[in-house]
């Protein structure tokens, strides 16, 4: 079993930054894959941007590239998103997510989920 706990969200400013935080207990091992998902008002969950343990490997969506970098703390067990020139449509509650099995970009195939933390970007 793997918990997982989101922090650092808010409302910051177009342009601004943010990081968030997942924070995860229990085992995480080599071939797991880490994952950010964010889910707007009315819009289905999508893939932001995935770490694999075992690759060392990062992956992000195309709307986010360049903008946002995702890192993780092996002693700490948490994994971060630095969220740089935010803009309006970064707006969502932002998931942090495990999978075991190896990268996948669809919601359904990820195991373990944290309750979300809210980023509001005012324009």
């Known amino acids: 079993q793997v918990q997982l706990v989101e922090s650092g969200g808010g409302l910051v400013q177009a342009g601004g930054s943010l990081r968030l935080s997942c924070a995860a207990s229990g085992s995480i091992f080599s071939a797991y894959v880490m994952a950010w998902f964010r889910q707007a008002p009315g819009k289905e969950r999508e893939f932001v941007a995935a770490f694999s343990w075992n690759t060392g490997n990062s992956y992000y969506a195309d709307s986010v590239k360049g903008r946002f970098t995702i890192s993780k703390d092996n002693a700490k067990n948490t994994m971060y998103l630095q969220m740089n020139s935010l803009k309006a449509e970064d707006t969502a509650v932002y998931y942090c997510?495990?999978?075991?099995?190896?990268?996948?970009?669809?919601?359904?195939?990820?195991?373990?989920w944290g309750q979300g933390t809210q980023v509001t970007v005012s324009s």
């Open positions: 997510a495990v999978d075991k099995y190896g990268l996948h970009y669809a919601p359904s195939a990820y195991d373990y």
